[in-house]
């Protein structure tokens, strides 16, 4: 059979079929060389095989599929980035940062304790008042004067006591707290001298009580206590005798309700001291037998 008559069978080029045929080792110079019949059979086994090869190339074309990339919207499954748990930002719990309100030392506010200099004291006394201090009488206010004490400057008032002109300082802001107090009236006056005309105390068994009484009633700064230590012990004098303690202690009694009973009444010291004198009861000793 010639090469032209069997490659219109197979379907083939001639130049092709003469390819096969020199794989094959078989003698085909031309298309029009003639073929013998092992030949033929030899080159269509060989030809039947390869058109099963050339399908096996479509399959590249199953490379479509990778066109299903759109597949690659899985990652929409980012979806898990619902990590919106992580919503647990209300862990914001930073208002826990709530510490600030450790702005609680503003508290120091109370440095606002500067208006305290607005509470200056004001003395109810003032210079050439006339003012009575316990325990030492009546006495005159001759000035006031600032003096260091205990690191820093005070005020004080100056006294001058009325009857033996004893000089006393007294802080400003702590004289009333010390127990200085006005003059009495001319009608406070009569009334402490009417005391006298009241039924006097006696010692009595418990002696050391009573001294220890009229003590504190000197001590008191009260005019008409002090006025019955007077009564009470030129009671006792008249009547028996007193020991040299309770003589002086009727001595400063005296002196300090004489020094008041001046300013009251607006007399001389040597006339203060009559009007008490005038005022005391004379007591009667019965004589003896």
Known sequence: MRVYELARELKLDSSDLLAHAKKLKI??????????????????????????????????AAKKPAAKKPAAKKPAAKKPAAKKPAAKKPAAKKPAAKKPAAKKPAAKKPAAKKPAPKKKYVSPFTVEDKVVYPHHGAATIIKRERREFDGSRIDFFVLEVAIDQLILRVPVEKAVDLGVRPVISKTAARRV???????????????????????EKINSGDIYQVAEV???????????????????????????????????????????????????????????E
């Open 27 to 60: 003698d085909a110079k031309g298309a029009s060389s003639g073929l013998e019949p092992a030949d033929v059979t030899k080159i269509e086994a060989a030809v039947k095989k390869r058109p099963a090869k050339k399908p096996a190339a479509k399959k590249p």
């Open 193 to 215: 001298l009417a005391t006298f005309k009241e039924e006097p105390q006696e010692a009595g068994a418990n002696w050391s009580r009573w001294y220890k009484l009229l003590t």
């Open 230 to 288: 007077v009564r009470d012990l030129t009671h006792a004098q008249q009547l028996k005798g007193i020991s040299p303690a309770l003589k002086r202690m009727l001595s400063k009694a005296r002196m300090i309700l004489a020094s008041e009973l001046r300013f009251a009444l607006d007399l001389t010291e040597e006339d203060a001291v009559k009007r008490l004198d005038r005022a005391l009861p004379k007591v009667e000793v019965p004589e003896e």
